[in-house]
C-alpha cells in the first residue's frame, strides 16, 4: 500500500498589528496576567499570529467567557451561535454538543506495533472525522516509520512513501499522548488548555490566544495551529460535532486530539480505531477491571514514549 504522511504547518504573512484580545475587558483581564509573567518582548512574539486571526474573528466571540465558567444557559446560547455560524458560512446544519466526562471513566489507547503495517488510515480517519484542512492534509496523528531496534522516536521519518511495511522498519503512531502531567497544559499563560476527568486533554478554542507556548512543550509534537480557517468542502464536514473537539476551528489557535470525546463520550470507539484495518489500536476505559484494555496493561509488555521526561502518558505501545 502506498502512502504520504506529511503535515507540517505554513507560516502565513502578517496583518493587522492590532491585538484583538484587547477589545474584550474579560479577556484583557487574562491576557494582562500572561503579559506580568511573560515579559514585553515575549508576549508580543508570542502572540503575533493573532494579527492573521484578528481580521476574521467576530465581536461576539472576543466577548465570549472561557467555557469553564459558562453556565448551562450561556453554552446553549454560544453553541447556537456557533451552528448559526456554520450555517451561514457554508450552508450545512451541523449539530455541536456539549459532551461532558463519563463519571468513573479514564479512557486510555494502546497501539500493538507487533500488527501496525504504516498503512496510514488511523491518519486519514482522523483527518476526516476531525475537520482538518483538505489542502494541507491536516491529522492529529502522525505515523513514524521507524529502523528496527529504536524506540526513539526522534529516528523516526514522518514523510515516509512507498509501499509499506519495509522489511526493516516498523511503524510508530504517534498523537496526544493524553499524559497525565502534560506540560502543554502547565505552560498555557490563560488556562485555554487543560485535563478533563476522564484524562482528555481538550482546548478551548474561543480562549486560546495562539500564542502556541503549548505547542512548543509537547514533546510528542502532538499540537497543531490554525494558520488559515480550514478548507473542507460543505458535503464533506463532518456534522457530528462537540464543542471540545471536532467543531471547525477558529484561525489562530492551536489544537489536537481530544480521543474523538464527540464519539468516545457517546460510548463508540475512536475514529482512528475504528479504520485501522491490522487490529492494531485497543481503546477503552482503565477503571473498568473487565476491559481489553485493562487486560492488555496487565498482561503485556507496554512501553511509553519519553518516559524519562515524567509526562505519564495515557497511550501505551506493546509487541505481541
Ligand atoms: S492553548 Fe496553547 S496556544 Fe492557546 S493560549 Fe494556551 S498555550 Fe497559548
Ligand atoms: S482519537 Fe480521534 S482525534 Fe485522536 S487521533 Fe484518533 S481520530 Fe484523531
Redesign the pocket.
Known sequence: MTTTNDSSPKENGQGDRSLPVLQNSSRRTAVKGAFATLGAAAFVAAVSPLRQAAKQTTASEFMQTHYKRLTDEDKRKVIERLEAEVKQEHGVDVDIADDRPIPGTKFVYAINLSVCNGNGK?VE??HK??NHDRATNQS??RVLEMPKGTMDMEHGNTTYSGVVPKDDKFYLPV??QQCDEPPCVDVCPVKATWKEEDGIVVVDYNWCIGCRYCEAACPYHARRFNWKQADVPADEINPDQSYLSNRLRPVGVVEK????LHRTRRGKL???LEACPTGARVFGNILDPDSNIRWILENKRVYILKEDLGTKPAFFYYFD
Open positions: 488511523c480517519a482522523c472525522e476531525n492529529y496523528i498523537q496526544c486530539c481530544t480521543y474523538c475512536p475514529a482512528c
